[in-house]
């Protein structure tokens, strides 16, 4: 690696990339990855798909960039008509940036100004949950719940946002307490935090519909996100779903909220948006918010250079149109319990596995120590850490985490294949996965 990159870590330098195809990686080595989960759950469609690398090297040819504040562009527009042809019916239209966390700040903004429009100065605050991710710049890193990745940063982190408890059964689920009756105490901490903070103070709650990589693929049980878009209306909360790992179809349907039968009045998308062939983020907004806007001030006050990028947009489009083409979110939905299955099946009775949980193409496995007690290995052995160098060592990419309870302690591994990996694949994965497991906690 050069000396003037500036690494991610000092500590363990990367590997280097020169290829990649399909579900696999190729290192500078000659040595092969399969991978299991499209880097952090981006690689929808595996590693250059050629339809896609096809239209990005048309667009890039025709028209590179032209400034937002000048040009509207052809992909913008064509990626705009697509999303809001497949969007739930609510939405109408959508704000292009260049990833999640960009999304996410436009968002919080969006929110923010469209109570300033609607002559609502006081809703500043923002409620969202602990054990999540919202991205990593300074707005996203405050509503977001990760504790370690907030704590260097706290005393930067606004205190307009407040946390409530994430919807983790697994763990917080009480002896006794049927799986509804859990997803009502813990919805109902969004009532007693808006109580708290004033009900006319408070402008949006933020949640992964599927909470990614800080949880691990942790699904709400049925109910909580009807009791929390009750919750919202009963007080005009603007309801914000983070779909940026858990949408664009992998967890089975295009949106994530669709399992929940609940409508977001502002959704964030990213990563399966453009399937990391390109960098993409979007904010999608309700037809409600719009009008706010539209009968108010005529404009948000918020921008980016790169935001409605012709290269992004057009790869986001051929992305969109391969993933209808090949059928492949149905696929998702279908053949995920395949991959459930062969989880199951490998780690069901495994020692140090706790829980498997997840939705479509998108599932975690959580250790323990001991199963009966889940207690939990000594954070500072790292298991996670190790586990991710034992998967490369075999040539697997996976996403491992620590910190999966409060921050600290747990360990969990998430997979988040391409949707159009063949079933060997999703075989060797979890194989793979299976000796990375016995190496790192046997
Ligand atoms: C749910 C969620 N929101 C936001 C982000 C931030 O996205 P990005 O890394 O593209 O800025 C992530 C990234 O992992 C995420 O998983």
């Known amino acids: 690696m050069s000396d003037h990159v500036f690494p991610r870590s000092f500590a363990s330098p990367p590997l280097t990339a020169v290829a990649a195809e399909g579900s696999f990686i190729f290192d500078n080595q000659g040595k092969r990855y399969l991978d299991a989960s499209g880097g952090a759950a981006v690689s929808c469609l595996g590693h250059s798909h050629p339809k896609v690398v096809e239209v990005i090297r048309e667009q890039i040819g025709r028209l590179d960039y032209a400034h937002t504040g000048f040009f509207t562009n052809s992909a913008q527009e064509a990626l705009a008509d697509d999303i809001m042809a497949h969007a739930p019916a609510n939405m109408a239209r959508a704000f292009f940036v260049s990833g999640g ?25 923002i409620i969202a949950r602990r054990q999540s991710y919202h991205g990593n710049t300074l707005g996203a890193l405050a509503v977001g719940g990760n504790a370690a990745r907030r704590a260097p940063y706290a005393p930067l982190l606004s205190d307009a946002m407040s946390h409530i408890a994430p919807c983790y059964p697994y763990r917080d689920r009480g002896d006794g307490e049927s799986e509804a009756e859990y997803g009502l105490r813990v919805a109902n901490e969004l009532e007693t935090e808006i109580q708290r903070l004033g009900p006319g103070n408070v402008a949006a709650f933020v949640a992964e519909p599927v909470v990614g990589a800080t949880l691990g693929s942790q699904p709400a049980v049925p109910g909580y996100f009807q009791r929390i878009r009750q919750i919202c209306d009963a007080h005009g909360v603007l309801l914000i779903a983070d779909e940026v790992m858990s949408g664009m179809g992998r967890c089975g349907t295009l949106y994530a909220m669709e399992h929940e039968g609940v409508a977001a009045d502002l959704i964030v998308m990213a990563k399966g ?30 921008g980016h250079t790169y935001m409605g990028h012709p290269v992004g947009c057009a790869a986001a489009v051929a992305v969109q149109q391969v993933l209808r083409e090949e059928g492949l979110i149905d696929h998702v939905y279908n053949n995920g319990p395949k991959l459930e299955a062969l989880l199951q099946e490998r780690f069901g009775n495994h020692a140090h596995v706790g829980d498997i949980r997840g939705r479509g193409y998108f599932w975690s496995l959580e250790f323990v120590a001991d199963r009966t007690s889940k207690s939990v290995f000594d954070p500072k052995e790292k298991r996670h850490a190790r586990l991710g160098q034992e998967g490369l060592a075999r040539g697997l990419i996976c996403y491992p985490m620590g910190g999966t309870i409060n921050g600290i302690q747990g360990d969990h591994v998430s997979l988040a294949p391409p949707y159009n990996a063949s079933n060997r694949e999703l075989e060797l994965a979890v194989s793979l996965l299976g000796e990375a497991v016995d190496a790192t906690f046997s």
């Open 101 to 125: 966390s960009e999304a996410i700040e436009s968002a919080i903004k969006m929110a923010r100004q469209y109570w300033l429009e609607k002559g609502e100065p006081d809703r500043t605050r």
């Open 273 to 302: 948006l453009g399937g990391g062939m390109q960098p993409i983020g979007c904010l999608l907004a309700s037809q409600g918010v719009v009008e706010a806007y539209v009968d108010g001030s005529g404009a948000f006050t918020h």
